[in-house]
């Protein structure tokens, strides 16, 4: 059973940089690739960063060179460290699992939201001007 709870969301200035953890108190950290996606009011849910079980890694154009996705395994965590933030990032922020990992999500994973099949409750960043 996967379970996913995300933390570390909050209130910031423009500029300023916030981490993001994701627990996985199921733990099986094998076999998955995981993702981090957000979604603004009003807007679709979109794919910021991937992962897939090899370690490799993708970003949306949107936050590359300013978001790094990472995993601790013997934490059970993932995470996603936002630098140099813009109010544009201001959304609810999700960590995503799937299992097995689609043979496509090799090279870096996947950010669609149909790939996965976990998913935590979210958790909010805001980022004023």
């Known amino acids: 059973q996967v379970e996913l709870a995300e933390f570390g969301g909050g209130s910031v200035q423009t500029g300023e940089n916030l981490e993001l953890s994701c627990v996985d108190s199921g733990y099986a950290y094998d076999g998955y690739c995981y993702a981090w996606f957000r979604q603004a009011p009003g807007k679709e849910r979109e794919g910021v960063a991937a992962m897939d079980e090899n370690g490799d890694t993708k970003y949306a154009k949107s936050v590359m060179g300013r978001f790094i996705i990472s995993k601790h395994e013997y934490k059970s965590a993932l995470y996603l460290q936002m630098e140099n933030l813009k109010p544009e990032d201001t959304a609810t922020y999700y960590c995503?699992?799937?299992?097995?990992?689609?043979?496509?999500?090799?090279?870096?994973?996947?950010?669609?939201?149909?790939?996965?099949?976990?998913w935590g409750k979210g958790t909010q960043v805001t980022v004023s001007s």
């Open positions: 995503a699992a799937a299992r097995p990992c689609p043979s496509y999500c090799s090279y870096g994973g996947c950010l669609d939201t149909e790939d996965y099949n976990y």
